[in-house]
């Protein structure tokens, strides 16, 4: 039975989104050089939220030479002053998350439930957790006195863009680096937020440099000759490029990428909590995740119980307005993404896989997508291989632990993987086995300051979070 | 007795310089070889000149043997490591002379160069079973879930060994990527390459699986490339590339993400300092495993 509910709009009032925005450079709000504009849309109604300066590479030096002339003042603060500004701007992100909250389900999509009770929450942590290091930088196993490298060029996605955000800039600045950064073409307006945080905390000028812009302006970035540290979380293609831009300079990198993973329910799972685990691994943020559970890894005699399940489970989810409280799965970031997740699933079809998803009504207005499920898939077909990068789930089978391992690790992706079964010594010899940076056993898709993320393979290199996210910012 | 003025000096026996890969010894497929002179010009002997296919061959060897070696324990990496020193040590003096000819340096110096090489072996047997205590992390994690980073070997590594130090250079490069349980692709040093050739003789006695070291001999920039651009390699060191090659190597190996371990200047000009934990560190992945707790 379908449960009928009144719609439980958060309120939009709290927050108030200025008609235009510049480029936060030096600690002041500044046009392009060129004064060239772009807008950013709500990806659920489509609205104009607002109208953002395009970074030119007149602006990116700019930005750069703001963030060199910075560090030196900064990387010489003692660690515990920059702690306190670090501390500053957790808690400044603790009293106005509602406010950001509700700004970034604007204008990226994602549903009100997972950008306030997971997306802020971990903002905040992040600054908490980083801002702690900051007069510890000789106790985290990288020599007695680990210098920053200067400034770092940080590109980041749509996906997370605050959360991003504070992966990138927290662990920089604590550090003792000053940052450039640019925020997705399509979510810019959480980190112009975050630029007022700045102000509020009383950062200096020119430690943190915010500029908009598209796949161009980061380029610009990354390619500046006076940048020590590039940090990029995007997709492997772009990330590939970056590699090869900064072959043969001094530059320190790490890329967090994409990823295809596995998320394997052996026979002795209990039904359920694997469900739930299944349903959050790939429906979260709309799929949106480059660590989501996209290849449903099902043991051959439990796969039509736990695929029955699921049907069931997947009926039941809303979609729709990412503002109401009851919404599960919001909006697609953009109406490019929403023609990649359409190309995809019609390969998916044409190639042989039967495509499944429940019935649900769609709003009129905006970029939306079915939760939606392949069963019949071989591992050559492109969905069981491309990162689709939204709510569509690969389902494939397996007999054996061993056929699990193999076919999990054939991918060029090594980002994250799920294994669920109630057998202790399995978990362990699986997690063993795959080659993922994250393991999620009777888990999926948790995240936390103190533990490091990154991938294998072509997922990327590096690691963020915990000690180790402290190293792709140090001298080591 | 007439035996004695008709006796002449012994002939010494040379040796056929092989190739070391997949725990044998073959020439190049392609039947190619290359002078070795010593630092005067006199000839030493003939290395197999390797061809692309001999490269591809050894990373076939190289990922043939990663699970098991990867999936030894530490303990068991340690012994074979110090299995090596062990056998080394018995070799000094062969080992002092190749180096002595190979690098133009004293007896005495050679003879220095070869004990620290051994010196070494047994410091990285020792850290097998220690690196992942160094560098993995149990995290506090907000929440009742059990969550510990540990290392784990990248996988296949190509190795351009040092072009200068062609023994403690060498050894120095190679140790730290499989004591960490990786599997490696050494390209020697192009103009010195004998001490390299010789070692995989006393990795084929020590215990060592086959596969875990190759070693080609040959041109740096004919066979790099192709390790560079290989799909199935995860990893490449390229300390023995001058700068040019090694920007072309960086770009190549972006196509897939290899970890690239870059020239690093004045750090890779004395191999007798201290090597702190960098090249063990060099070719890890952090991974993560979350589990709940609960009753």
């Known amino acids: 039975m379908a449960f009928e509910y009144a719609p439980a709009p958060e309120s939009r009032a709290v927050v108030d989104i200025a008609p235009s925005y510049g480029l936060f450079i030096d600690g002041q709000f500044s046009e392009a050089a060129d004064g060239k504009v772009f807008k950013t849309v709500s990806p659920s109604s489509e609205e104009v939220l607002s109208e953002v300066a395009q970074a030119g590479a007149e602006d990116v030096d700019r930005a750069v030479k703001a963030a060199r002339k910075a560090f030196e003042k900064w990387s010489a603060l003692p660690g515990a002053e920059r702690a306190k500004y670090l501390f500053r701007i957790a808690r400044i992100v603790q009293e106005r998350s509602r406010e950001l909250a509700v700004l970034e389900s604007l204008d990226n999509g994602k549903p009100i439930r997972e950008t306030r009770d997971t997306d ?234 039967d495509r499944w998803a429940p019935a649900c009504d769609l709003p009129s207005a905006g970029y939306w997508f079915r939760p939606t499920l392949f069963t019949n898939v071989t591992q050559a077909h492109r969905i069981a291989r491309e990162e689709i990068f939204g709510p569509v789930l690969s389902v494939l089978t397996f007999r054996t632990p061993a056929e699990a391992v193999e076919k999990a690790n054939n991918t060029q992706y090594g980002l994250s993987a799920g294994i669920w079964t109630e057998k202790g010594s399995r978990i362990l010899w699986m997690a063993n086995q795959l080659r993922a940076g994250v393991v999620w056993a009777n888990t999926f898709n948790k995240f936390d300051p103190t533990s490091p993320f990154g991938g294998y393979k072509e997922s990327g290199f590096g690691r963020e979070g915990g000690r180790h996210g402290l190293e792709a910012y140090l001298d080591v | ?172 490069v190679i140790a730290p990527a499989i004591a960490t349980g990786n599997t490696v692709i050494v390209v020697a040093s192009e103009n010195s390459p004998l001490p390299a050739l010789a070692l995989g003789e006393v990795l084929a006695t020590s215990d060592l699986p086959g596969g875990v070291v190759n070693i080609l001999s040959g041109r740096t920039a004919e066979i790099s490339p192709s390790l560079a651009s290989h799909q199935d390699v995860n990893a490449i060191d390229l300390t023995g590339a001058d700068a040019g090659l090694a920007k072309d190597l960086q770009i ?44």
């Open chain 1, 120 to 353: 802020l929450p971990l903002v905040a942590a992040h600054f908490f957790y980083y801002a702690g290091w900051a007069d510890k930088l000789g106790h985290a196993g990288y020599g007695a006195d680990p210098r920053p490298l200067g400034v770092a060029g940080q590109v980041i996605p749509w996906n997370f863009p605050l959360l991003m955000l504070a992966w990138k800039i927290a662990p920089a600045l604590a550090a003792g680096n000053t940052v450039v950064l640019k925020p997705a073409e399509t979510t810019p307006l959480s980190a112009l937020f975050f630029a007022d945080i700045c102000r509020q905390a009383g950062l200096p000028k020119g430690v943190v440099n915010i500029i908009t812009g598209d796949g161009a302006t980061g380029a610009a970035l990354v390619e500046h000759p006076d940048i020590n540290k590039v940090a990029f979380t995007g997709s492997t293609e772009v990330g590939k490029a970056i590699a090869r831009s900064i072959a043969g300079t001094d530059k320190k990198i790490t890329l967090e990428l994409g990823g295809k993973a596995a998320n394997i329910v052996f026979d002795d799972a209990p039904v359920d909590q694997a469900v739930e685990g299944i349903v959050n691994g790939i429906f979260f943020n709309q799929g949106h995740v480059c660590c989501a559970g996209s290849r449903l890894l099902v043991q051959e005699s439990v796969a039509e119980e736990v695929l029955d399940a699921l049907k069931r489970r997947m009926q039941t989810l809303r979609v729709g307005d990412p503002l109401d409280k009851n919404t599960d799965i919001g909006a697609i970031n953009s109406a490019e993404q929403l023609a990649r997740i359409t190309e995809l699933t019609e390969a998916g079809e044409a190639e042989g896989a």
């Open chain 2, 252 to 295: 190549a190996a972006a196509d897939n993400m290899k970890r690239v371990l870059r020239p690093r200047g004045a750090k890779d000009g004395d191999w007798s300092a201290d090597p702190g934990l960098d090249r063990l560190k060099a070719f890890l992945e952090t991974k993560t495993v979350w589990h709940p707790i609960g009753v």
């Open chain 2, 1 to 172: 007795m007439s035996e004695k003025s008709e006796k002449s000096e012994r002939l010494s026996v040379f040796k056929t310089y092989k190739l070391y890969v997949g725990g044998k010894f073959p020439r190049s497929e392609s039947g190619r070889v290359y002078e070795v002179t010593d630092s005067k010009g006199n000839w030493l002997a003939n290395a197999p000149l390797s061809s692309r296919k001999d490269a591809r061959d050894a990373v076939v060897a190289a990922r043939k043997a990663f699970g098991g070696w990867s999936g030894a324990t530490a303990y068991n990496r340690g012994q074979v490591l110090y299995r090596v020193a062990e056998m080394l040590d018995g070799r000094r003096e062969q080992f002092a002379a190749e180096v002595a000819a190979a690098e133009g340096i004293s007896k005495a110096k050679a003879a220095a160069q070869v004990d620290a090489a051994v010196d070494r072996w047994i410091w990285y047997a020792g850290w097998t079973d220690k690196i992942g205590q160094i560098v993995g992390s149990a995290n506090p994690v907000a929440g009742p879930f059990f969550n510990l980073s540990t290392p784990e070997p990248t996988g296949v590594v190509v190795v351009l060994a040092p072009q200068a130090s062609s023994f403690l250079g060498l050894v120095s």
